[in-house]
């Protein structure tokens, strides 16, 4: 089976992409299912309901959060009511709104277990472990399908990595977001779990990681602050395609991918 990971959709251009780009991939790469990071897809921080239910009609199966998952509070009820089909970092303390988990089901009639995480280094919460709560939840999540997909949200390359090779084997796929900058390092680790460091973002092409530029060179010129604006340049979708064995849960392929929307 097919597995398209997306990567962080950032403000209108990031949605206006993958609403170009989702339906030409589908078809053209027979995708079984579609998991996309929409943490920065209303306004570049955080996600509103309005524009968490365009994002599933586009196609996609599963949405998964971040680090700004708590910057539209009009979120939180929508996390509680559609647990099959949006999760929020699994590591969060007890008691916050939605869950860390999903199975949700393919196309193809096959189970994918979905996962989310965050990353502690440079981050700014101070939360669980992000390998122990990985270790939990596989041995849920295999009771009912071998093919389990992880989004580690992170900003530290070395705690990506580390995550990836602690996951081999135990997982079909993990791929970081956060630092919205595509990375050339896909692979398959020895034990037949795909990586890569990060997807890169679905966002405005002419930007500094999808933010107006010249707002953000002026803040390193002068040290002064400024508010953050998404681009409004056009759009391009990054993300990856994985080729999964559906019995076994081992990867069998990861291919990076860009598309444009107007550029």
Excluded at 33 to 62: R, T, Y
Excluded at 94 to 120: F, H, Q, Y
Excluded at 128 to 151: G, H, R, S
Excluded at 183 to 211: F, N, R
Aim: charged share 20%.
């Amino acid at each position: 089976m097919n597995i398209l990971c997306i990567g962080d959709i950032v403000g209108r251009p990031g949605r206006e992409a993958v609403e170009y780009a989702l339906p030409k991939i589908k078809k053209e790469h027979r995708i079984d299912f579609v998991i996309a990071n929409a943490e920065n897809a209303s306004g570049g921080a955080g996600l509103i309901p309005k524009n968490a239910n365009e994002i599933l009609a586009f196609g996609v199966d599963v949405i998964t959060m971040g680090d700004h998952a708590w910057d539209k509070p009009e979120i939180f009820a929508y996390l509680q009511e559609h647990q099959d089909k949006i999760v929020r970092p699994a590591n969060f303390p007890d008691g916050a709104p939605g869950v860390g988990w999903t199975i949700a089901t393919a196309s193809n009639g096959v189970k994918v277990g979905v996962i989310n995480l965050l990353g502690r280094t440079f981050m700014r919460y101070n939360i669980p472990c992000p390998f122990l709560a990985l270790e939990n939840i596989v041995a849920q999540i295999k009771e009912q399908t071998a093919v389990i997909v992880v989004d580690i949200h992170a900003e530290a390359t070395s705690e990506k990595v580390a995550l990836g090779h602690y996951s081999d084997g135990k997982v079909s796929l993990i791929f970081g977001t956060h630092t919205h900058i595509q990375t050339a390092d896909e692979k398959i680790l020895p034990q037949k779990t795909a990586y890569i460091t990060d997807l890169g973002m679905s966002g405005p092409y002419d930007s500094v990681i999808g933010q107006d530029k010249t707002k953000i060179i002026n803040r390193f010129l002068t040290s002064l602050p400024s508010k953050f604006e998404v681009a409004k340049s056009p759009g391009a979708l990054h993300g990856v395609i994985v080729k999964v064995d559906p019995k076994t849960g081992k990867a069998e392929g990861i291919t990076r991918l860009q598309m444009a929307h107007g550029v």
